[in-house]
């Protein structure tokens, strides 16, 4: 079956800390690849995309993450983390062709202490 | 624009009764979903449209019903609802092809059955 695994389920950590939050999928093929952000009480909004070319996609709020094809992984970054980073994420694959379907990871808690 | 809205925001309902989740988006999208999310499972995709009149299943669409009569509107319809629907749904819209577009989420819908 199709899948999108995240690792960390909760994570913790400290204003200018550095966050990494891995997530793995078990698709063949090329796939296109997602982090979404829901902050408390919000709906989902798109953090970055890749599609292809450059493996390292840099989003919005000094995010980035990196593809490595041959580990089937797209962990998200952030060198310094903020209290307003406190939200949960989410990874999401979509399989070029197949529409705008995306498979979710579970999703990550990230709270963030002052 | 007002995006993606759903309506209601919460509602409880009692196993057996039915209801209908509104979605609306005014960005002329030809693409509209409905998702599901549970905790520790991330978002599920239940059914989605990728034009008026054309409606498909997702992974978990038993015990709902879509349709799509207009470009607007992506009612999503429970019949006969039951504990396990107990959720957050969320409505997302987008630009159609085959090719992934960028989504945008509505605020979501908390429901739950007793």
């Known amino acids: 079956a199709q899948s999108v695994s995240q690792h960390n389920h909760h994570v913790i950590l400290s204003e200018a800390a550095s966050l990494e939050l891995g997530c793995n999928y078990s698709?063949?093929?090329?796939?296109?690849l997602f982090w979404y952000v829901q902050y408390p009480g919000q709906h989902l909004q798109l953090l970055l995309k890749?599609?292809?070319?450059?493996?390292l996609v840099k989003g919005i709020k000094g995010f980035e993450a990196e593809f490595i094809k041959s580990k089937f992984s797209f962990n998200l970054r952030k060198p310094s983390v903020q209290w307003s980073d406190t939200a949960e994420y989410f990874c999401?694959?979509?399989?070029?062709?197949?529409?705008?379907?995306?498979?979710f990871g579970a999703g990550t808690r990230l709270a963030v202490h002052p | 624009n007002a995006g993606v809205t759903q309506t209601p925001k919460f509602q409880v309902l009692k196993t057996g009764q039915s209801m209908t989740l509104q979605c609306a988006q005014d960005m002329n999208h030809e693409y509209m979903s409905w998702y599901r999310q549970d905790p520790g499972m991330g978002l599920r995709l239940i059914h989605y449209s990728v034009g008026a009149g054309i409606t498909d299943q997702g992974e978990v669409p038993n015990g709902y019903n879509v349709s799509r009569s207009t470009t607007e509107d992506f009612p999503l319809r429970l019949l006969s609802a039951a504990p396990s629907q107990t959720s957050v749904y969320f409505c997302a819209s987008s630009y159609g092809g085959q090719n992934y577009n960028e989504q945008f989420f509505g605020p979501g819908t908390r429901l739950t059955v007793l």
């Open positions: 999401a694959v979509n399989k070029p062709g197949g529409y705008n379907k995306l498979i």
């Open positions: 698709y063949g093929g090329t796939v296109n």
């Open positions: 890749y599609f292809s070319g450059d493996p």
